[in-house]
């Protein structure tokens, strides 16, 4: 499935919306779905992307309503690979959603940056007690991205594959602060305090 939003370009057999700037956007169905999922209204995400593409940047951050609650983390982000297509040009891009208490940010940004956004999100993460970051297909660059950011910032005790059945990739510090990937999934999950036996019958 592809995840892209064109403006002002008509394409056939995806969600069309006349934005409040006057501007037409064409939303594919996967990425229709995912907002939909995410309770954010399509016309406020083609003015994200216009604003992006204004703004001529590799970097766009906005703040929307909280997203829905989900079961298990209350603090979770979602990672979409996506394209934004305008003129004759078509961007290559992260959508990154955060939700915290109140309010969610929005932000989109070049994959040369990325580091930035795992920077931000692991330093939110960091002081709360877990964090649940999906995305619709296991990204491997976002993965080893997010991994090499956590390194960095925490330093590590320990880096490895834990598990008998189901293989889990796991970087803890000193004080057990931990970000685990159960190889091949859709989501990385960051835990304060980490214990590998109980984190592992929890969701399996």
């Not at 297909?137 to 997010?146: D, I, L, N, R, S």
């Amino acid at each position: 499935m592809l995840f892209e939003i064109s403006l002002d370009i008509i394409t056939p057999n995806n969600k069309r919306i006349l934005t409040e700037s006057g501007h037409i956007a064409s939303i594919s169905t996967a990425l229709t779905k995912e907002l939909e999922n995410l309770k954010i209204n399509p016309k406020t995400f083609a003015e994200i992307a216009l604003n992006f593409i204004e703004e001529n940047t590799k970097f766009f951050s906005t703040y929307i309503h909280s997203l829905p609650i989900k079961q298990g983390c209350r603090y979770y982000s979602r990672i979409i690979d996506f394209w934004i297509n305008y003129g004759s040009q078509s961007r290559h891009l992260f959508l990154l959603l955060i939700n915290y208490d109140e309010i969610s940010e929005v932000l989109i940004l070049d994959p040369q940056i990325f580091e930035m956004a795992t920077d931000k999100l692991l330093n939110y993460a960091s002081s709360k007690d877990c964090m649940e970051v999906s995305m619709p297909y296991p990204y491997k660059f976002v993965v080893f991205e997010t991994f090499n950011t956590f390194k960095k910032k925490f330093g590590i005790e320990f880096e490895g594959i834990i598990g008998n059945n189901e293989k889990y990739l796991v970087a803890m510090d000193k004080t057990s602060k931990a970000l685990i990937w159960k190889i091949e999934s859709t989501k990385l999950d960051y835990l304060k305090n980490f214990q590998s036996d109980k984190y592992i019958y929890q969701i399996s």
